[in-house]
């Protein structure tokens, strides 16, 4: 499995909305975990405001203090479409502090499955740093303009500073190349500090239907977002160290071995976030139906 860690400076490049995307566009099976301290927002967005009864980082805290803790996690989530799970993040900042991510980062690098995390803002609370630490990718997140790069050189100082990561973890993402400055000239700047690993395109339409719920565009399957944002997961899947852990339904019947939920018999099949179309998986032609 691997663990990848999404992250911002100061303002708004797209940092929930290039995580939702990889998510959907991931070539395994995955969770998404909305960790971003400032409070979640993917329900409000992609999810339109669906009801998560009580599902999220919060309610995987508050059962982890009374049971095993990977259960937690798996009974707390909803699904995005198969095979991917999202983890709501919590419903207001003040909650961050109740979290404890250090016991989340242990428990989430043991479910058997990939992990995207979109952790927010760096710098940050300190508390949170547990997270990116224990990711196999850090991944700064920035617009290609001078103030983007600059604010994620900021950010990826910090990031490596509060988390100690080793050479070779911390990369960035460029959200709309070209806008102004060329993906060349920023690869560039970013080379000794955090490398470029590849590029979301600039794609307004599709990125309002994850961050706002606005209706789908007609080609939503196959526009420049979700198509940029598969080829970046797959990149990342295929540069991992690490050989992809099985996560079928199977794991669940290993006693004191909790697996994710599968569509027949997991509590999330109700509360799954109502994608408007399907969309198409990373490494294959075929659609991927979202539920």
Not at 54 to 77: C, E, F, I, K, M
Not at 259 to 271: L, N, Q, R, T
Request: charged fraction near 15%; glycine fraction near 12%; hydrophobic fraction near 45%.
């Amino acid at each position: 499995m691997v663990m990848v860690t999404l992250l911002c400076g100061k303002g708004s490049p797209g940092t929930t909305t290039t995580a939702v995307a990889m998510a959907l566009g991931w070539p395994r099976p995955v969770l998404l975990v909305e960790a971003d301290p400032a409070g979640g927002s993917i329900g409000f967005g992609y999810g339109q405001g669906i009801d998560m009864q009580g599902r999220g980082l919060l309610g995987a805290q508050l059962a982890a203090r009374h049971g095993d803790p990977t259960a937690a996690v798996w009974s707390n989530v909803v699904g995005l479409a198969e095979d991917r799970w999202l983890l709501p993040g919590i419903g207001e900042p003040r909650q961050a502090s109740t979290i404890d991510y250090a016991s989340l980062d242990g428990t989430l690098a043991g479910l058997g499955v990939d992990v995207l995390i979109d952790a927010g803002r760096t710098p940050g609370p300190d508390r949170v740093d547990a997270l990116p630490a224990g990711s196999d990718r850090l991944l700064v997140v920035m617009r290609s303009t001078l103030a983007g790069v600059h604010t994620a050189q900021t950010a990826a100082t910090a990031a490596v500073a509060a988390c100690g990561a080793a050479p070779g973890v911390v990369g960035s993402v460029i959200v709309g190349p070209g806008r102004p400055y060329p993906e060349a000239d920023v690869r560039a700047v970013m080379r000794d500090l955090a490398p470029v690993s590849g590029c979301i395109a600039w794609d307004p339409a599709t990125a309002a239907v994850i961050s706002d719920g606005f209706p789908a565009p007609r080609k939503w399957a196959i526009s420049p977002l979700l198509r940029s944002a598969a080829a970046l997961a797959s990149a990342l899947v295929a540069g991992a160290a690490e050989p992809p852990r099985p996560a079928d339904s199977s794991a669940a019947s290993i006693p004191g071995r909790p697996g994710p939920p599968s569509a027949a018999d997991s509590p999330v099949a109700a509360v799954q976030v109502e994608a408007p179309v399907s969309v198409p998986a990373a490494n294959d032609a075929s659609a991927v139906r979202t539920r």
